[in-house]
């Protein structure tokens, strides 16, 4: 049979900027590799890379222009991977394409698609099967079932219609040795990619294992995977670094996994493998910031790994217990710093909107990201609780969802303020919940909002003057933002909610704060020395930004965010 594989999961990097990430859906191309193994004929549309390439317009037409693209390749089937943020998109092209052709069959995956499925087949009559969670088995049998017209009754993990009603089959077994899986069909990646080896310095994304036994209540990782821990072994690790470079030049790489650092023997062997391998690649990974040690991280660094990315949620103990993260506290800056001496970039993410947080906790977070600055290396981001379906802060709080028009950074994609998505996200909140905030018990919404929106900008352009005016002027975080905002009305800003840029921040900080230390009659000395310590590593970014008709405050904020990185983070070190 014939069938085309949709990716659909668009982000702005690679909507908006020529980053020098290959961004492909291994995913996505594993599956392809079992239904060619199995005979059937599979054709690749990858939206994304659509976008990067020029080839499609995020503009009026591009719903339209996306289900040509798609039909184009004359298949029976039609399959989408689905994420949160690209959900809405995925429907309204799948009306679409309905619409041109009654007859294609529609296949809808990932996790989206599977924490929601029997709403979606309820509400979307455009919608004919959903594969839940990982598909490598489950997809022959359904193929065979849908070629062979026969009942889908036995078809593991799929909900589907059936005398119009929907069903729901128990879910399907997964995948337990990564290393019996193929290598994803690369080669239909081709059309976007020229696999000529000139991709030297590029960065690639490498799954190496599924599963995290975590039980934090915001994830739906765990619960894709069924909490069930998977290594690809070292030795295929190695051997798909090395394919990569051979067929694309790439020789850094996101190795994928939400808990890289669980098995932490496994991971000293694999260390132990590239360092004998002395390939020289370089790479990243995910992990709990509290399983690292000196002596795993010396052997990683040996070994070509330059970067983590922790999950670290709240600076609050109490808040560990609640969200399930149960981080060991005591350990987080001891680690981060262990980090920062062996010149290896931690990006940590916290998370506010909790809906059990209070101001209080609120503080600590931000306290602890403000002092994570002291750190060159560290890189603190703080994220905005997104309620996804399947989730336990989900299931418990679907009722109090509220919709701001502010979207997290889960969900700020380039497409989800298209008139049409908008439409289906208004319309159907606990189908799109991701797009919305939790009700708060203990603060407003504006305060987790203007945290979100306004901090990180104070935390990348002035935090050492910042942490100083804090003790000097007796403020919490959250009160020195309201003092903030204070001003910033009286400065002009009428916009409901403080969001402020970095840029605004960067011009306008040093005012504020010779205000405020003259309001409270406290000496400004020691601060404006700060203040114009941290001022000199921005002024070159202002000049370049104006020299490069940055006039958006928007664009001289991505200006600084990219500046920033790399005037502190030698690259390739």
């Known amino acids: 049979m014939e069938i085309t594989l949709v990716n659909a999961n ?9 980053l020098k990430t290959l961004d492909m859906q291994a995913g996505l191309l594993g599956l392809a590799s079992i239904l ?12 994304a890379w659509m976008i990067r390439k ?74 004919d099967y959903i594969m839940r969670g990982e598909a490598e088995i489950n997809i022959i049998p359904f193929m065979d079932a849908l070629a062979g017209g026969r009942s889908f009754s036995r078809v593991p993990g799929l909900t589907y219609r059936e005398a119009d009603k929907v069903r729901r089959n128990p879910d399907g077994p997964i995948p337990q040795n990564l290393a019996v899986l193929p290598r994803p069909a690369y080669h239909l990646m081709d059309q976007y990619i020229s696999p000529n080896g000139g991709f030297k310095g590029w960065d690639i994304y490498l799954s190496v294992g599924r599963g995290c036994p975590g039980k934090c209540k915001f994830c739906c990782s765990s619960l894709l995977n069924r909490r069930n821990f998977r290594q690809m072994p070292p030795e295929m690790i190695l051997g798909e670094m090395c394919y990569l470079r051979d067929r694309y030049g790439v020789d850094s790489f996101t190795l994928g996994h939400d808990h890289f650092l669980l098995d932490r023997m496994g991971v000293e062997f694999l260390c132990q493998v590239l360092i004998d391998a002395k390939q020289g690649f370089t790479w990243n990974c995910i992990g709990r910031l509290d399983a690292l040690s000196p002596r795993l991280v010396e052997m990683m660094k040996e070994a ?8 670290v949620e709240s600076g609050s103990d109490r808040m560990q217990k609640i969200m399930g993260k149960r981080l060991q506290m005591a350990r987080v800056m001891p680690n981060l710093e262990l980090c920062n001496t062996f010149r290896m970039r931690a990006i940590v993410s916290l998370i506010v909107g909790f809906p059990e ?6 503080n600590e977070t931000l306290m602890m990201a403000l002092k994570m600055r002291k750190f060159p290396y560290v890189f603190p981001e703080i994220h905005l ?74 935390i990348y352009t002035y935090p050492f003057s910042t942490l100083t005016a804090l003790h000097d002027l007796g ?27 970095q840029a605004d921040i960067a011009t306008g900080m040093p005012k504020f704060l010779e205000e405020m230390y003259k309001e409270k009659e406290e000496s400004f000395d020691f601060t404006r020395i700060l203040l114009k310590m941290e ?29 920033i990185l790399r005037r502190t983070i030698p690259v390739g070190k």
Not at 357 to 362: K, V, Y
Not at 476 to 501: C, D, M, N
Request: with cysteine.
């Open 10 to 18: 668009i982000l702005f990097e690679v909507a908006d900027a020529p």
């Open 36 to 47: 060619e193994e199995a005979g059937h004929k599979v054709s690749l549309v990858d939206l």
């Open 54 to 127: 020029g080839e499609l317009e995020l503009d009026d037409r591009f719903f339209d222009r996306a289900t040509a693209a798609i039909l184009a390749p004359k298949s029976k089937i039609v399959a989408f991977n689905t994420r949160c943020d690209t959900y809405p998109t995925v429907l309204n092209i799948v009306k679409k394409l309905k619409q041109r052709k009654a007859d294609v069959v529609v296949v809808l995956g990932g996790p989206q698609a599977g924490f929601s499925d029997e709403e979606t087949l309820e509400i979307f009559p455009e919608v």
């Open 304 to 311: 070509g790994c330059t970067a983590f990315l922790f999950g």
């Open 357 to 362: 947080e209070t101001e209080e906790d609120l």
């Open 385 to 458: 609780l997104s309620p996804m379906p399947g989730t336990p802060y989900y299931e418990e709080n679907k009722d109090d969802l509220l919709y701001t028009g502010v979207h997290s950074d889960v969900t700020e994609n380039p497409t989800a303020y298209m008139a049409a998505n908008q439409k289906l996200i208004k319309k159907y909140p606990h189908l799109f919940s991701a797009f919305y905030q939790i009700k708060p018990e203990f603060s407003q919404v504006s305060t987790v909002l203007e945290v979100y929106r306004t901090f990180p900008g104070i």
């Open 475 to 501: 403020l919490t975080p959250v009160q020195f933002l309201r003092e903030l905002k204070k001003w910033a009305k009286q400065e002009g800003h009428t916009e409901k909610y403080l969001f402020l840029t």
């Open 535 to 563: 001022s000199k590593k921005l002024k070159p970014i202002m000049k370049e930004a104006r020299r490069m008709g940055k006039k958006s405050l928007d664009q001289v904020q991505e200006l600084i965010e990219r500046q």
